[in-house]
Nanobody, 125 residues
Framework: QLRLVESGGGLVQPGGSLRLSCVAS????????IGWFRQAPGKEREGVSCISSSGDITNYADSVKGRFTASRDNAKNTVYLQMNSLNSDDIGVYYC??????????????????WGQGTQVTVSS
């Protein structure tokens, strides 16, 4: 069964950090660029980052630049999102998704064809 599974979410205080993981099962991630998206309650889904299959290209939403870092370990079939200096605007369910072939590694959700189930991130004191 082909799956993407996110983990690492949780409750963190403002200014804190979390590292999300996205693990693939049933296929290898090394051929796919991976995007991270989030959706806050009552808001539309927002693209957060994209990392190319080799990891040499990354793109970020302006709202997270300088705070979030995407990386990957293809040997572990895992992509990570390191999130620092978290604030209330970062609250939401975070999803990873695999980019469709021949699409640019940007933040458009329609270019992604395979999604995980999400992990909740809450920022609160």
């Amino acid at each position: 069964q082909l799956r993407l599974v996110e983990s690492g979410g949780g409750l963190v205080q403002p200014g804190g950090s979390l590292r999300l993981s996205c693990v693939a099962s049933g296929f290898t991630l090394d051929s796919y660029a991976i995007g991270w998206f989030r959706q806050a309650p009552g808001k539309e889904r927002e693209g957060v980052s994209c990392i190319s299959s080799s990891g040499d290209i990354t793109n970020y939403a302006d709202s997270v630049k300088g705070r979030f870092t995407a990386s990957r370990d293809n040997a572990k079939n895992t992509v990570y999102l390191q999130m620092n200096s978290l604030n209330s605007d970062d609250i939401g369910v975070y999803y990873c998704a695999a980019l469709k072939p021949f699409r640019p590694c940007m933040l458009g959700g329609a270019d992604f064809g395979f999604w995980g189930q999400g992990t909740q991130v809450t920022v609160s004191s």
